[in-house]
């Protein structure tokens, strides 16, 4: 495992820690999200997304915080993008998406 993920390196792994919306209370962060297999999406390069390999977890238990950790092999590009979009209806959370840009 690399550390400490200052800057993200092309195809080592990574971790981030990130806090989802409250869809059914807009401007709150939604506190312990069900996430399910497949909310999560990744595209290398603009390629086609898939699923993360690691379903993200709450962490710490019982907080906003959400855990997403991407292996090298998803990190394996110069532009990584993700996709959080919950697939239930009503969604728990609200859809979201992030960059993460690499260095060799």
Do not use: H
């Not at 090298?72 to 919950?86: K, L, P, S």
């Amino acid at each position: 495992m690399a550390a400490p993920y200052n800057p993200p390196k092309k195809n080592e792994d990574f971790l981030v820690r990130i806090a989802l919306e409250d869809a059914a209370n807009p401007g709150s962060f939604k506190s312990s999200p069900t996430i399910a297999a497949g909310d999560f999406k990744v595209s290398t390069d603009g390629g086609a997304l898939g699923n993360l390999g690691t379903i993200p977890v709450v962490s710490p238990a019982s907080s906003i915080w959400v855990l997403v950790t991407l292996s090298a092999a998803e990190m394996n590009g110069d532009v990584i993008a993700v996709q959080a979009i919950d697939q239930t209806s009503p969604k728990e959370w609200a859809d979201m998406a992030f960059c993460i840009p690499t260095v060799q």
